[in-house]
């Protein structure tokens, strides 16, 4: 079984509990993601609310320099491009691609953008669940959208091919990112508001907005995401909600953003284990075979091609013509 996820906070919990992305009793390890081939994975640098400033950015160089001291020597290859990705899968090993969630990483200033590409960040949840000087987040009390450093950075950060990711966006910041992108943006860890009415869960029309700018959604594991009483989910809401998203036409949509080391996942979960079993639930549940292995990876890995190659924007212009 093949496997992109695109959001965990693994590297944020070996920093802060000084323990190795290898060898270790989290919701993933490295080593024992070895049994997927090809297995892509985000790791995110998670800039909880209290950091700002240079707590921010000192938490951030702390996750990207153990990042590097624990791939070296190893066969785990990190994908800086598109390019990466595709070489890293053809040669069936692990890859990990760097991401950050929350925009506090920033500071508030312009010049960190090209900082953070050159460190591999591909991806950048604007928000947590708090305001930072992007602009707020679903937690924060009659919530706005951007700030106006918000708008300014959001260009830039497309420009330096960094994907737009607004899991955890308030309602107001989600309108102005789908209004002011040129480029696809992603919710990477978020489920169907649908299915289970959690503030951080994706309108029907939230979902269809990052479908026609041609991004991606990345399922929670999450439980309480998963079920208006978490403590009944299982993994078959995972599938409750893909199907709550294919019914959208969302086949070409879905990822797995799955949120593992950074959230409580179903009982019946063990972590990165258990996606094989997860796998064949779908398949048990007559989902073809084709429509799993798109969920699982092929989507993933065609929105990181696509996205680097700018097709989006060739075909944007194309449209205006």
Known sequence: MSLVDLHCDTLYRAVTENGSLFDNTFHISLSRGEALSPYIQCLAVWIPDEYRGEAA???FERCVDQLHRELQGTRVRQCMTAHDVEETIEQHRTGVILTVESGAVLQGELDRIPFLRKAGVRMMTLTWNGS???GDGIGVENAGGLTDFGRQALPVLEENDIILDVSHASEPLFEEVASLARRPFVASHSDARAVCPHRRNLTDDQFRRIQQKGGIVGLNFCRDFLHKDGTKAKMYDIIRNAEHF????????????GDFDGAEIPFDMEGLEAMPRLYELFLHHQYPEQLVK????????????RYESRQDLIERKKETT
């Open 57 to 59: 950015a000192n938490l």
């Open 132 to 134: 930072n000087e992007l």
């Open 246 to 257: 294919w019914s959208l036409g969302g086949e070409e949509t879905l990822a797995l953003g």
């Open 294 to 305: 798109a969920l699982f990876f092929e989507n993933a890995v065609r929105f990181f091609s």
